[in-house]
C-alpha cells in the first residue's frame, strides 16, 4: 500500500504545479486545500505524509480527504482506479515487447514478475506466438531459456506454469495451417528449451496419429540426449502398440544408473514398456521380473503420481486388473492426497480402476456405485491425456450395462474417440473381451 502513497504525493503534486520539499511547500498546499473546502487536515499531518517530519502510518481520514482533493470518491476508490490505470500501462509495454528483436535482462525481469502476479499463462504465449508468426527464432530461444523466464524452473516434478503452458502452445500449433505448421515446425524445434517445457510435457496420446506424431518424427532427426531418445523410443513403440503393429520392437536401456536418474514419469514409462514387450512375447517370466523390479524402485521420494502414470496405461492396455488392484490397494492414498494430486484426471483414473476391479470381482453393486458418480467431464481439467481415458471408461460402462440399449450408448462412445484416436487396437473386440 505504500506504493501508492508515493502516487498520492506525486499526484497531488502534479495538480498543485509544484513539489512538496519544505514546510513552506506544505504551507501552500495547507491554503489550496482550504481554498478547495477542505479545511479537516493539518500542516503537521501533511508534514508528516511527505516525509518532513517522522511520519506514521497515514490514517484513513487523512488519505480519504488528499483523494478526495483529486476528485476521487476516497482513498480506495483511489487505489481502485489507480490498479486499472497501472494494468493498462503494464498491458501496454508487455505489447511493446512483441515488437523488439531481443529482450533485455531487466525487460525479461519485468516480464517474470508480471507473469508471476498476474497468474496467467497468457503473457508469455502471446509473445510466443508473435514471434511465431514473425519467424524471430532467436527471440523464442530467449523465451524459453529458464535463466530468462524463472517460471519455467523445475523445482518440482510437476510445474504448473510450464504444464499450461505447453498445452496452451499446442492449442496454437494445432490450429495454424498445414502448410505453415510444416515450413516452420522444424524452427522451433531445434531448440531444445522448447522441447523440453512443451514437446515433452504435453504427451499428446490422442495425438500420435496426427500433428503431435508428426512433431516426434521431425525430433528424430536432431542430435539428442540419451533421455530424449529414450522418451521417442518409447512413444514410439508405444505408437506401434495403440496401432496394432506385429511387433513392437524391445527397448532394453543398459545403462540402470543412468536410466533411474531420469525424471520419475520417464522411468515409469521405461517399465510400463517392458510390460508391454513382456505380454506381447507371451513371456511371464518377464513380465514378473519387470513388475518385481517397478515395485522394488518405489522409494520415499519417489513421485508416486508421476510414477505410476505411464505405468498404468500400460496395464490398462494389456488388462493387468490384478496389478491395477495392487497399485491401488497399497498407493492410493500417496496419489490422491493434497501433496501430490495433480488433476482431476487422477481422481478419474484411479476410481475407474477401482470400478474396474470390482467388476473383475463381480462386486457389481460397488461398481455400478462408483461408476455412477464418475464424471468423464473432469478429464477436461487435465490438458495432457484429455480424452483418452474416456476409452477406458466406455469400455467399463458397456460392460456393467444390463440393458441392450445402455450398451449401445457406451459402445457408440467408444467407437467415436477410437475414431478420434485413429488407433487400431480399440475395434470391437478390443471392447467386447476387455474383461474376458
Not at 56 to 66: E, I, Q, Y
Not at 246 to 259: F, V
Amino acid at each position: 500500500m505504500n506504493n501508492f502513497y508515493t502516487h498520492l504525493r506525486i499526484d497531488i503534486e502534479k495538480r498543485i504545479g509544484f513539489k512538496i520539499v519544505s514546510t513552506t511547500d506544505a504551507m501552500l498546499l495547507l491554503k489550496i486545500l482550504q481554498e478547495n473546502n477542505i479545511e479537516n487536515i493539518s500542516l503537521s499531518t501533511l508534514r508528516r505524509f511527505w516525509n518532513l517530519i517522522p511520519m506514521r502510518k497515514a490514517n484513513n481520514a487523512t488519505l480519504d480527504v488528499l483523494a478526495r482533493f483529486l476528485d476521487y470518491k476516497s482513498f480506495l476508490d483511489y487505489v481502485k482506479q489507480k490498479n486499472n490505470y497501472e494494468k493498462w500501462l503494464v498491458d501496454a509495454e508487455i505489447q511493446k515487447l512483441k515488437f523488439k528483436e531481443t529482450i533485455s535482462a531487466d525487460e525479461f525481469k519485468f516480464l517474470s514478475l508480471m507473469i508471476a502476479t498476474s497468474e496467467s499463462n497468457h503473457i508469455f504465449v502471446s509473445l510466443f506466438e508473435h514471434a511465431f508468426h514473425h519467424e524471430k527464432w532467436d527471440y523464442i530461444v530467449a523465451l524459453f531459456d529458464d535463466n530468462n523466464i524463472t517460471l519455467l524452473k523445475k523445482d518440482d516434478p510437476i510445474n504448473h506454469f510450464q504444464t499450461n503452458t505447453a498445452y496452451l502452445i499446442f492449442i496454437f500449433l494445432y490450429s495454424i495451417p498445414k502448410t505453415n505448421f510444416i515450413s516452420k515446425i522444424d524452427k522451433l524445434l531445434v531448440n531444445k528449451n522448447f522441447r523440453d517445457n512443451v514437446i515433452y510435457i504435453y504427451i499428446d496420446v490422442m495425438g500420435l496419429n496426427k500433428r503431435y506424431g508428426a512433431i516426434l518424427t521431425e525430433i528424430q532427426k536432431l542430435s539428442l540426449t540419451n533421455e530424449e531418445r529414450l522418451f521417442l523410443n518409447l512413444i514410439n513403440g508405444l505408437k506401434l502398440c495403440l496401432n496394432k503393429a506385429n511387433k513392437i520392437p524391445e527397448i532394453t536401456y543398459l545403462n540402470l544408473d543412468e536410466l533411474h536418474t531420469f525424471p520419475d514419469v520417464l522411468i515409469g514409462r521405461y517399465y510400463g514398456y517392458q510390460m508391454l514387450y513382456a505380454e506381447q512375447e507371451n513371456c511371464k517370466e518377464t513380465e514378473e521380473i519387470v513388475w518385481s523390479k517397478f515395485l522394488s524402485l518405489i522409494k520415499t521420494e519417489t513421485h508416486i503420481r508421476q510414477y505410476f502414470h505411464e505405468f498404468i496405461h500400460a496395464l490398462l492396455l494389456i488388462k493387468k486388473i490384478e496389478n491395477l488392484n495392487y497399485l491401488l490397494e497399497n498407493y492410493f492414498e500417496y496419489i490422491i492426497d493434497k501433496l501430490h494430486l495433480h488433476s482431476y484426471l487422477d481422481l478419474f483414473i484411479y476410481n475407474l480402476i477401482d470400478v474396474m476391479v470390482c467388476y473383475k470381482n463381480n462386486d457389481l453393486k460397488r461398481a455400478n456405485h462408483i461408476f455412477n458418480n464418475l464424471d468423464s467431464n473432469t478429464t477436461k481439467y487435465s490438458p495432457s491425456y484429455t480424452d483418452y481415458y474416456v476409452i477406458f471408461y466406455a469400455i467399463t460402462g458397456y460392460h456393467l450395462a444390463t440393458q441392450l440399449e445402455e450398451k449401445n450408448v457406451f459402445k457408440l462412445r467408444y467407437i467415436e474417440y477410437a475414431k478420434i484416436t485413429k488407433f487400431t487396437l480399440f475395434d470391437l473386440e478390443f471392447l467386447e473381451t476387455y474383461f474376458d
